[in-house]
């Protein structure tokens, strides 16, 4: 995984990232740099594991964004920035419920990223989609690259 992030480009860098458990979780000043973080991490994970072959071409990441207000912080014991809030557990609910190998998107982030114009992206109305731990069925979207 850390050979997958160190590809990508600082411009697309997450303000704070951390880990839990077995998930990833990444905050971004922009929906534009969270999608191209994500799309960019699927695409070197993909590379990766074609030139790994075994077990790294099983792994298949789900990514899930979300777009609201947080509250930025330095952690008191991890003493690292991180973003907390009520939105960032909005994005928890989602993850689990993404394909492997897809990046979701909740409506609120689909929008947000309709106003960023030339973004090189695009969400794609997928379903109504049940969230994880009995969070609520809510519209789910795919992110799809629609330029280089």
């Not at 997958?4 to 998930?23: I, K, V």
Request: aromatic share 10%; proline share 5%; with cysteine.
């Amino acid at each position: 995984m850390a050979r997958c992030l160190e590809a990508l480009p600082d411009a697309d860098a997450p303000s704070a990232r951390n880990t839990w458990g077995d998930g990833l979780y990444f905050a971004f000043t922009s929906v534009t740099a969270a999608a191209q973080f994500s799309h960019g991490l699927q695409a070197a994970l993909a590379d990766l594991a074609e030139q790994q072959g075994g077990v790294a071409s099983q792994v298949r990441l789900r990514l899930a964004l979300h777009f609201g207000p947080t509250t930025e912080l330095i952690d008191p014991v991890t003493r690292q920035p991180n973003v907390v809030g009520t939105h960032v557990s909005q994005a928890a609910r989602l993850e689990p419920a993404t394909a492997p190998g897809e990046v979701y998107a909740s409506e609120a982030f689909a929008a947000r990223l309709m106003l960023e114009r030339h973004s090189g992206f695009e969400c794609r109305y997928l379903k109504n989609l049940s969230w994880a731990k009995s969070y609520g069925v809510f519209p789910t979207f795919r992110l799809v690259k629609t330029s280089s």
